[in-house]
């Protein structure tokens, strides 16, 4: 998917009028009946099907927070068809709306900025359940699945549901990963697509719990693993361009530990320091095409890397400085490119410079607990997202792009030694 992006200057973009605060809309039938109809082609395609487990609990008219893994844009098509007729109101991010913010609202998308606290986003979601008895539908992964496997939660999930005091629902989807991973560049593949429905927590059960118990709770509903289970069900992935792109998760070299010289191409990853070489089978395993394979599982492989970071980052090590190409976003008009500059990220977290020394951003790292990194953004390519409810920046590394992984594992890795240490 494209969006519209246009060169302006930082001031020109700075200057902008930030987007004013609209009250949710309760899409009426008409934007719910065109949803299931504009998604009907794309599940047809798949064989989707959906099995739905305890959903005989929740009343006809009832509202609920529906929680959904986040794998690929067929996601939201799933939920368009799955909960309908119920009215639905989307969690989404402030870029979905450029150039089309009018028809978002109508379908019942409330903007937000990611992985920026929103107190705003809570009185949203708030206003849709109590009065306007509409579902509200987020995904708390907040981004694709690098790996196939969950991604961080915050920690306020819990808190909130307690909060809202709505029933809980969780929608998981089986197949969408494999049939347009992020690190392919969303190519698809000839993948049957499912999902499983299913109620998990009631009102009743949701006040006689504590927050954190809720929080375990939501945590083990997001305990899956893709790759996993393309093996165990024996899903044949044959395309040959399987592998392209998988340098962007499998960054780092486990024979000579080099970093940003995996290449992913056709079928095959290929270390270009040590000439190391493996297959990712049509089954979702990593084979070595000579020698010892050192992880056979994506999800291990990438797990590893994240103890390389760990270890880095204890020792003192961890750290970088990349030239980077800016865009911002202030509002629903548009994606700018503002210019050139640096990014740095360390301990204490991230400072970007640029366009002709008038951008000075700093982000601390007591702010993050995860990192909005990726891969193939808006066809433009590899990007690290920061920024607040004035500005967010989009950076995009023009030499070593893997550090858009490695940031996001150092950035979760870093937040939770602050967590342990408090």
Known sequence: MKVKNAQRSYEEVLAMKLPEHQKPKKPNMFFRTLMKVVSAPDLIATGFKCEKIGMERLGKNEPALILMNHSSFIDLEIAASVLYPRPLNIVATLDAFIGKAWLMRQIGCIPTRKFVIDLG????????????????????????????????????????????GAPLVMLETRGAFHRQPL????????????????????PEEISNMSAEKIGEIIAHEFSFDNFKWQQENKIRVDEPFRAEGLERLLYKCPRCLSEGKTQGQGIHLTCHACSKKWELTEYGFMKATEGETEFPHVP???????????????????????????????????VYNVGKGELSHGKDGFRLTGCDGKLEYVQNSVSLYTLNS????????????IGNHTALYYCLPTENKAVVTKARLATEEIFKDIKGAK
Not at 301 to 313: D, H, N, S
Not at 324 to 329: G, L
Not at 374 to 385: E, K, L, M
Request: hydrophobic share 35%; charged share 25%.
């Open 121 to 164: 986003l809570i009185k949203d979601i708030t206003r849709c359940i109590k009065k306007n008895k509409s579902s509200v539908l987020m995904y708390p992964e907040a981004g694709y699945s690098f790996d196939g496997t969950s991604t961080t939660l915050p920690d306020s999930l819990g808190k909130f549901v307690k909060m809202l």
């Open 183 to 202: 690190y392919n560049n969303l190519h698809k593949r000839k993948i049957k697509v499912s999902a499983e429905l299913r109620y998990v927590l009631s």
């Open 374 to 385: 990726d891969f193939y953004w808006y066809s433009i390519g590899d990007v690290i997202g």
């Open 300 to 334: 291990d492989w990438y797990a590893w890397e994240r103890q390389c970071v760990k270890r880095e980052l204890e020792n003192g090590e961890y750290g970088f400085c990349e030239p980077v190409d800016i865009y911002m976003i202030v509002n629903a008009k548009g």
